[in-house]
């Protein structure tokens, strides 16, 4: 493919996942957790693609916080197909930024992201092939700015596939936290109330 339709193709996904952010913020399914999974309880037999959708476009579009929709998936789809969605989403999504990063670099980043958090991060590039370890760290364990990372780890002389390797071996533990935590903190607010 060449370079102009490269960027051709990158710029229309980019659009269509901002036109995507725009219907879910002003439909409310970005600005209120309640709004998310009402809608995705009436989407019925495609409430598992919408919701992916959703994923994806809060991964590469940081609108709601990725735990916000970790939840929802884990409440209306239960905790092993709303793991299961949450992981394909999130993955999709990641791949995307370390893509678009990859692609246009630190000005694109700091359009998602402030100087000084950008600042913060952008600092393990310089820990060379640390950085990997630090990486695959910090998406082994929930609490870790992963999308800023992804968009970090765009930067890097890391490849594609390496960078795939990594978040299918170890995005899974965190979303089993999130999966897991969540589904024993709804048992246990369903015992007291």
Do not use: H, R
């Amino acid at each position: 493919m060449s370079l102009a339709k490269k960027n051709y193709t990158t710029l229309i996904s980019i659009l269509l996942l901002l036109i995507l952010a725009i219907i879910g913020f002003q439909s409310g399914i970005f600005s209120s957790s309640d709004k998310m999974q009402l809608y995705l309880e009436k989407a019925g037999i495609w409430a598992p693609i919408l919701f992916l959708v959703i994923q994806i476009v809060q991964v590469v579009v940081p609108i709601i916080p990725g735990g916000v929709s970790c939840a929802i998936s884990v409440i209306v789809f239960g905790p092993v197909y709303g793991f299961l969605y949450n992981y394909i989403g999130i993955v999709i999504g990641s791949t995307i930024n370390f893509l678009l990063a990859k692609q246009y670099g630190k000005p694109f980043i700091l359009k998602i992201v402030s100087i000084d958090t950008y600042e913060k991060y952008v600092s393990w590039i310089e820990k060379g092939k640390k950085f990997d370890i630090l990486f695959t760290l910090a998406i082994l364990f929930p609490g870790a700015p992963d999308d800023l990372l992804c968009l970090i780890a765009g930067l890097t002389p890391m490849s594609l596939k390496k960078f795939i390797l990594i978040l299918l071996l170890t995005k899974p533990f965190s979303l089993a936290i999130y999966s897991i935590g969540l589904t024993a903190i709804l048992n246990w607010l369903t015992t007291i109330l």
